[in-house]
C-alpha cells in the first residue's frame, strides 16, 4: 500500500511512512486509498485473540511486511499487558460500556501502539535499507513520552528522546518518565506547554540544517507521536475488537451502529474511530470530549479554528493542547482529498494561528464528529455520580468523556445506539483528582493518595505505579525551546 502526503508533494510505502514519520513537505502521511473490512472479515476475526485481530487490521495497511513476522510482533506486545484482554470491554448497564485501555506496561492507552511501533520502525528501516541508527524524537503532553520510552527501552539502533512541558504533566507521569530504565533513553523538560514541545520537535523535522547535523553523527530521525501513521494505525485496531466483542456477547447484530465518546486533545484517538469507519466498520456518532482547552469543541461547532486564546492546564493534561496535528488528516478527508486546499489551511495556521473553513466543509465535518467539553467542575461531578451510581473508578480524562457523553445524550434522547466510552489511563495515574473526585478529600503526598483510593475503591494498584515510589530519578535536565536540539546533538554524541 502507498502512503500520501496530506500537503500533495510525497508518496511513499508504509514502510517508508513509519520511519520518516513526518512527510518532507510538513503534511502527514495517509492511506491513498482505504482498505475494505468486509462482513465476512469480522465474522472470521470474532474467533480471534486481539493480537491475532492487530495483525489482521495492520497488515492491510503494511502489506510489505510479512505477516507471520507482524503476528509475532503483535502477541509480543500484547503479551506484555497486566490482563489477558489486551482492551476489555467493560458493561456498566444496558446500552452503556467503558472500553479499558490502560492495562498496558505504562497504564495508558498509548501503549496500545507503542508496543508495537518499535517492531513497525525496526523493520521498517531493514525494509528500506537504512543503515543509520534512528532518533526518535517524542513531544509528549504526559502519557506518550513514557509509553515510547518503555516500548523502545534498549532496541537495537534506535535511540528516545523524550520532550515534556516542565510543569505541564501530573507528578505520576513524570516519576514515570524521569525514572526510565534503558541505555538509549533521554528526558527533558522545556520551558512552556505541550504546544511548544511540539513545536519543537516539527522544526527540528523540518530543519535541512539539523537533519545534515544528526547525519555527520549517523542519524536520521524518526517519531513515536501520532504524526507517525504507524502510531496511530494500532489505535484503529482497538475499534473493530470492541465492535466485535460486541457482537460476539450479542448486544448488537452486524450492521448496527455503535457510537464512541472519546476524549482527545491532540484527535489521534478519535480519528483512528473515523478511519476505522471508512474502512467500513459501522460506527455511529463519534463524539469529540475536550477539556476547558476546549479549541476542538468551538472548531466543530464554528468551523473557526483559532488558536489566540488562553492556554489553562487542567487535571486532565494529556488533553491540554492547542494544536492538534491529527486534525490536518480529517481537512484532507472533508476537502476530498484536496492537498493544496488542506495545505492552504495549515499555512493559515501557522502564519495567523488559525484557520476557517467553508460551511460546505463544516457540514461534512459535523456529519462525523459531535463535540463537547467539560470544565473542572463538571469532571469532577461526572467521575463521582459515575463511582456513586455504578461502583467504577475513572481517571481524569475518561472523566471528561463521561460529561460529554451525557451532554450528548441529552442533546440527542432518540439516539438510541450502544454507546462505548473510551477510557484513556489508569486512575492511579492521577490519584489526587480521583480520590479528591469520589470522596472530597485532599492527600498531598501521591503514594499515600494511591493507598488511600485503594482502601476506598478496592481497584487494584498496577506494579508499574507501585514500583515508582523507590525509583531513582535519572533525568532531571530542563531547557527552553531555543536549546532543545543542543540537547538532542549531546544526546546523539554521548
Known amino acids: 500500500m502507498y502512503f500520501v502526503s496530506t500537503r500533495g508533494k510525497e508518496r511513499v510505502i508504509g514502510s517508508e511512512a513509519v520511519v520518516k514519520g513526518l512527510a518532507a513537505d510538513g503534511g502527514l502521511f495517509v492511506p491513498e486509498t482505504f ?29 510489505e511486511y510479512d505477516k507471520a513476522e507482524l503476528l509475532a510482533a503483535c502477541k509480543a506486545a500484547y503479551g506484555q499487558f497486566e490482563r489477558g484482554d489486551a482492551a476489555p470491554l467493560v458493561k456498566i448497564k444496558d446500552g452503556l460500556y467503558v472500553l479499558e485501555l490502560f492495562h498496558g506496561p505504562t497504564c495508558a492507552f498509548k501503549d496500545m501502539a507503542l508496543t508495537v511501533l518499535p517492531y513497525l520502525l525496526r523493520k521498517g528501516c531493514d525494509l528500506c535499507g537504512i543503515k543509520e541508527k534512528v532518533l526518535v524524537l517524542v513531544a509528549t503532553s504526559g502519557d506518550t513520552g513514557k509509553a515510547a520510552l518503555e ?11 523524550v520532550l515534556y512541558p516542565e510543569d505541564g504533566v501530573s507528578k505520576m ?34 530543519s535541512k540544517e539539523y537533519a545534515e547535523q544528526l547525519a555527520k553523527e549517523g542519524y536520521r530521525l524518526s517519531s513515536a507521536n501520532s504524526i507517525n501513521f504507524g502510531r496511530l494505525a494500532p ?18 447484530e452486524y450492521g448496527d451502529p455503535v457510537n464512541f465518546t472519546v476524549p482527545t486533545g491532540n484527535f489521534g484517538d478519535i480519528l483512528a474511530a473515523y478511519y476505522a469507519k471508512r474502512m467500513g466498520l ?29 492556554f489553562i492546564k487542567t487535571m486532565s493534561p494529556s488533553m491540554d493542547i492547542l494544536v492538534s496535528s491529527n486534525l490536518e488528516r480529517l481537512l484532507y478527508e472533508i476537502t476530498d ?25 463544516l457540514a461534512r465535518l459535523q456529519g462525523e464528529i459531535w463535540a463537547g467539553f ?3 467542575d463538571e469532571t469532577i461531578e461526572a467521575m463521582y455520580d459515575f463511582f456513586s451510581e455504578n461502583g467504577y473508578t475513572a481517571d481524569t480524562h475518561t472523566g471528561v468523556a463521561l460529561y460529554v457523553q451525557g451532554l450528548y445524550k441529552d442533546a440527542f434522547p432518540r439516539d438510541k445506539n450502544e454507546s462505548v466510552i473510551v477510557s484513556t489511563a489508569n486512575p492511579y495515574k492521577f490519584p489526587q483528582d480521583v480520590y479528591y473526585a469520589v470522596t472530597g478529600n485532599d492527600i498531598k503526598d501521591s503514594f499515600k493518595c494511591i493507598k488511600r483510593l485503594n482502601q476506598e475503591t478496592a481497584m487494584p494498584v498496577p506494579k508499574a505505579i507501585s514500583r515508582l515510589r523507590d525509583k531513582p530519578l535519572r533525568f532531571k535536565k530542563s531547557a527552553p525551546a531555543s536549546k532543545v536540539f543542543d540537547e538532542v546533538l549531546a544526546f546523539v554524541k554521548r
Open 282 to 310: 459501522p460506527l455511529g456518532k463519534l463524539i469529540c470530549a475536550s477539556n476547558r482547552n476546549h479549541i476542538l469543541t468551538d472548531f466543530f461547532q464554528s468551523g473557526v479554528y483559532d488558536t489566540h486564546r488562553e
Open 235 to 252: 489505535q484503529i485496531v482497538y475499534y473493530f475488537s470492541t465492535y466485535i466483542d460486541l457482537l460476539t456477547g450479542k448486544q448488537i
Open 151 to 161: 516500548g523502545f527501552k534498549n532496541a537495537e539502533g534506535i535511540d528516545v528522546m
Open 374 to 376: 467539560a470544565g473542572e
Open 337 to 361: 482529498r484536496n492537498a493544496e486546499r488542506t495545505a492552504e489551511l495549515m499555512r493559515s495556521l501557522s502564519q495567523s494561528g488559525k484557520y476557517e473553513v467553508t460551511p460546505g466543509e
Open 173 to 206: 507521569q513524570k516519576l514515570q518518565m524521569c525514572t526510565q530504565e534503558g541505555s538509549n533513553v533521554n528526558v527533558l523538560a522545556v520551558s512552556g506547554n505541550f504546544d511548544d514541545c511540539q513545536r519543537t520537535v516539527k522544526t527540528i523535522f523540518s
Open 35 to 63: 482498505p475494505t473490512v468486509t462482513a465476512g472479515d469480522i465474522n472470521a476475526m470474532r474467533s480471534m485473540s486481539y493480537a491475532e485481530r492487530a495483525a489482521e487490521i495492520l497488515h492491510r495497511f503494511f502489506d
